[in-house]
């Protein structure tokens, strides 16, 4: 079976930087997903590994090590509007399964 | 480019009563699926579709049945519904290769479904 640990919830400053974890436990590793959504409403991707390394998207890095079996999306320059909830995903030989998600606070 | 669309957007149901939720994509994708979603739970698959003409069972299909009416619809029903089917329910669509090089799932807006 597959499954995925990421911390629940995190608080982090207006113009910080925060690192949001996951580690899996997956049979037939295709790759590693980020989706963020927002209160209300549908998640939306924002990141694929499928290499191990960091891809940098703008604000948003995520990176991958298949042989520690984890990987972590990283938000720079924190804005307000980033308070959401953070899902990683695994992509193995079934379809995606879901972490439960970390519910990102950014305060002033 | 409508993305992923689904209707209705909200829903109240009697227990047992039944319903259908219709989903399209106009993205071209061979891929669809239905996930629900309860607090705290993230997302959980229901059925997905990985071509048109197949379905397969999730990690929590009881209760409901799948049609792939086409390459664009994938709908989900509930053919009596419980209190326990309440829950916020999304389709998605999805770009995966051969391989799993890439997989990006596109989600539509979603359908909030209360059973009383």
């Known amino acids: 079976g597959q499954s995925l640990e990421q911390p629940s919830e995190v608080t982090a400053v207006e113009g910080a930087i925060v690192q949001i974890n996951c580690t899996y436990q997956t049979s037939g590793f295709y790759g590693l997903s980020w989706y963020q959504q927002h209160d209300g409403g549908a998640p939306t991707f924002l990141s694929y590994?499928?290499?191990?390394g960091l891809e940098e998207t703008g604000r948003f890095s995520s990176f991958l090590s298949r042989s520690d079996s984890y990987g972590y999306l990283l938000l720079q320059e924190l804005q307000m509007k980033d308070s959401a909830s953070y899902f990683c995903?695994?992509?193995?030989?079934?379809?995606?399964?879901f972490g439960k998600g970390t519910r990102l606070s950014v305060i002033a | 480019n409508a993305g992923v669309t689904q209707t209705p957007k909200f829903q109240v149901l009697k227990t047992g009563q039944s319903m259908t939720l219709q989903c399209a994509q106009d993205m071209n994708h061979n891929s669809m699926y239905w996930y629900r979603q309860d607090p705290g739970m993230g997302l959980r698959l229901i059925y997905y579709s990985a071509s048109e003409g197949t379905t397969d069972k999730g990690e929590v299909p009881n209760g409901y049945n799948v049609s792939r009416l086409n390459k664009r619809e994938f709908s989900l029903r509930l053919e009596s519904a419980a209190p326990s089917q309440t829950s916020v329910y999304f389709c998605?669509?999805?770009?995966?290769?051969?391989?799993?090089?890439?997989?990006?799932?596109?989600f539509g807006p979603g359908t909030r479904l209360t059973v009383l």
């Open positions: 995903a695994v992509s193995g030989n079934t379809p995606l399964v």
């Open positions: 998605a669509s999805s770009t995966r290769t051969s391989g799993g090089l890439t997989d990006t799932q596109y």
């Open positions: 590994n499928a290499l191990d």
